[in-house]
């Protein structure tokens, strides 16, 4: 052996334990030598996202295998509450225009949420209060409706947890009630009601899943879409109970003219919360959604004599079975979301029995740490006609206005 080659096996000798020298670990863990290379540590951090990902599909599978058990504990909640399938009627509301009927709709994709957004709508200028229209028939609900429940609402049955999960929760496999307390007398004590602002908007009406639609909608009318029920909420809020309301109307499930909702939610909460920021005003937000079931289901009781869409709200509790506390989707509104929900079902079990189905508790966020009054309200069904979901904004009007006006307390 040469010289050079010597010197240079010297110098090779002496890198080698420079590198021992300044590794962050010991080297005598084998699994560290592997990472030491740029090519293993980039699939290693593959490999975790990868799983990550599939972890949540297999929960959104389980949730959509879950949907028609749901719905038949659901039918079973609803029997227990009331001896005949129709709650009894209430007194006559005015009449809106009717809608023509035409072809159903599939069932919607689960609801997601990720941490990350790609693309996602541009505010173009800032979001103003714009006059209603003048309602012809105006809505007849609180003036004539008396409480009547057909549930016993007694602090000693609220007290019991089981009463309350057989007959206002219904809680996701993928979740537990054990995430929140469910403490009925806390939910009800809390303070829910708004002082009211003459000038500035206090409710901000959105979908995340614009595109949702009903058994009978037209295609292309948007008046028949959720976002044509939420105008309809609007203006009742305005007209009938004074209340100053955004209505945004953004499509957030729509990427490249085609319908995609796996970043709905994502795209929606940017939105929101920079209208929230121009809008400091706003203490109500309400991201209106119709549900999906099982085909051949119906979501449908009497009010007024007329066929009325039930109602869900939906609240996420940002905790899964499988993963425990989800830290990046955190929520410090956690109980005030579901106080909220709570005195509006039970506002609703007092005058309106049979008009909710639950509150039905899943593992994700849902966008509700924006407020504390922040609700995603599940209306009808892919299965129901546009009329009768318009017809559940006039008691959904009235119970909102009750608990933000404190009349019950």
């Given at each position: 052996m040469t010289k050079f080659q010597k010197g240079f096996c010297v110098i090779l000798c002496l890198c080698f334990f420079l590198v021992l020298a300044v590794m962050p670990e010991p080297f005598s863990r084998l699994e560290n030598i592997y990472r030491q290379f740029p090519i293993y540590r980039f699939a290693e951090q593959k490999a975790?996202?990868?799983?990550?990902?599939?972890?949540?599909?297999?929960?959104?599978?389980?949730?959509?295998?879950?949907?028609?058990?749901?719905?038949?504990?659901?039918?079973?909640?609803?029997?227990?509450?009331?001896?005949?399938?129709?709650?009894?009627?209430?007194?006559?509301?005015?009449?809106?225009?009717?809608?023509?009927?035409?072809?159903?709709?599939?069932?919607?994709?689960?609801?997601?949420e990720f941490p990350q957004m790609t693309e996602k709508p541009q505010i173009t200028e800032k979001l103003q209060v714009t006059e209603p229209p003048q309602m012809t028939d105006s809505p007849q609900v609180a003036e004539t409706v008396q409480p009547h429940p057909v549930i016993?609402?007694?602090?000693?049955?609220?007290?019991?947890?089981?009463?309350?999960?057989?007959?206002?929760?219904?809680?996701?496999?993928?979740?537990?009630?054990?995430?929140?307390?469910?403490?009925?007398?806390?939910?009800?004590?809390?303070?829910?009601?708004?002082?009211?602002?003459?000038?500035?908007?206090?409710?901000?009406?959105?979908?995340?899943?614009?595109?949702?639609?009903f058994a009978d909608s037209r295609t292309g009318e948007e008046a028949d879409t959720v976002v044509g029920v939420g105008d309809y909420l609007t203006e009742i809020l305005e007209q009938k109970y004074g209340y100053q309301v955004i209505h945004v109307r953004e499509h957030f499930d729509v990427i490249g003219g085609e319908i995609d909702r796996s970043r709905a939610y994502d795209f929606a909460r940017e939105y929101v919360e920079k209208v929230l920021e121009e809008n400091p005003t706003v203490q109500v937000l309400i991201d209106l959604h119709r549900d999906g079931v099982p085909e051949g289901k119906r979501l449908v009781t009497k009010i007024g004599g007329r066929d009325t869409a039930q109602i869900m709200f939906?609240?996420?509790?940002?905790?899964?079975?499988?993963?425990?506390?989800?830290?990046?989707?955190?929520?410090?509104?956690?109980?005030?979301?579901?106080?909220?929900?709570?005195?509006?079902?039970?506002?609703?079990?007092?005058?309106?029995?049979?008009?909710?189905?639950?509150?039905?508790?899943?593992?994700?966020?849902?966008?509700?740490?924006?407020?504390?009054?922040?609700?995603?309200?599940?209306?009808?069904?892919?299965?129901?006609?546009?009329?009768?979901?318009?017809?559940?904004?006039?008691?959904?009007?009235?119970?909102?206005?009750?608990?933000?006006?404190?009349?019950?307390?």
């Open positions: 975790r996202d990868t799983y990550l990902e599939a972890d949540w599909r297999t929960e959104e599978k389980l949730i959509e295998e879950n949907a028609e058990y749901v719905g038949q504990l659901l039918e079973s909640t609803q029997a227990q509450q009331t001896k005949e399938p129709q709650v009894t009627e209430f007194p006559q509301m005015t009449k809106e225009p009717q809608v023509t009927e035409f072809p159903q709709m599939t069932k919607e994709p689960q609801v997601t016993d609402l007694s602090p000693e049955k609220l007290a019991d947890k089981n009463y309350l999960l057989e007959h206002f929760f219904v809680v996701d496999a993928a979740t537990t009630a054990e995430a929140a307390s469910l403490n009925a007398a806390e939910y009800l004590a809390k303070d829910m009601t708004l002082k009211p602002e003459k000038d500035q908007p206090q409710i901000l009406i959105y979908h995340s899943h614009s595109q949702e639609t939906y609240n996420g509790l940002s905790y899964t079975v499988n993963q425990g506390k989800i830290s990046y989707l955190p929520n410090p509104y956690i109980e005030e979301n579901l106080a909220f929900s709570f005195q509006l079902e039970y506002t609703a079990a007092e005058y309106y029995p049979g008009f909710y189905r639950c509150i039905y508790l899943a593992g994700l966020r849902y966008n509700l740490h924006l407020r504390p009054r922040a609700l995603l309200v599940e209306a009808g069904a892919q299965t129901n006609t546009v009329q009768e979901v318009k017809n559940a904004m006039e008691p959904l009007g009235d119970i909102l206005n009750r608990v933000l006006k404190g009349s019950d307390k």
